[in-house]
């Protein structure tokens, strides 16, 4: 079963980055293309693990 927080900060993170996605083209009605969200995504997703494994190698409470 999923953890509901992560579901909660993954549809956060779809809906801000959706809202930077219309800023930036200045389109309000813009969207992601095919499988260019979850490429986004599995790049937050490695950056959050490489983040807890270096605080976990260093000692630091998250």
Known sequence: MANKYLVYM?????KQGLLLLRQALDNSTADFRPGQWEAIEELLQERYRAYLLFNALV???V
């Open 59 to 61: 000692g630091e409470k």
């Open 10 to 14: 993954e549809t956060n993170l779809y």
